[in-house]
């Protein structure tokens, strides 16, 4: 059963940071890529980071040098780092697996705003 659960969003303003975390179903963490996605209002879900099992990692441009991602292999978590945020990063934030497996999970929250 694909299990995946967001948590650490919330409202900050501008220049802010957030940590995100997701605890994922070890069947999808052991063997997938997994992703960080954003839904802005209005807007599709989009990919914004990504992190193999390996550790290579790979970012959008628009939050290249702000963002980080990571996983704990051992805990099947992984983490988004989110810093200097902006307004327009406000948005629903889900992680998944890359690509992107049918079953989402709640998502959580983030707000940048002043």
């Known amino acids: 059963q694909v299990q995946l659960v967001e948590s650490g969003g919330g409202l900050v303003q501008p220049g802010g940071s957030l940590r995100l975390s997701c605890a994922a179903s070890?069947?999808?963490?052991?063997?997938?890529?997994m992703g960080w996605y954003r839904q802005a209002p209005g807007k599709q879900r989009e990919l914004v980071a990504q992190?193999?099992?390996?550790?290579?990692?790979m970012y959008v441009d628009f939050v290249k040098g702000r963002f980080t991602i990571s996983r704990d292999n051992a805990k099947n978590i992984v983490y988004l780092q989110m810093n200097s945020l902006k307004p327009e990063d406000t948005g629903v934030y889900y992680c998944?697996?890359?690509?992107?497996?049918?079953?989402w999970g709640q998502g959580t929250q983030a707000t940048v705003s002043s």
């Open positions: 998944n697996a890359h690509p992107a497996l049918r079953s």
């Open positions: 070890r069947s999808i963490f052991s063997i997938y890529a």
């Open positions: 992190a193999t099992s390996d550790g290579s990692t």
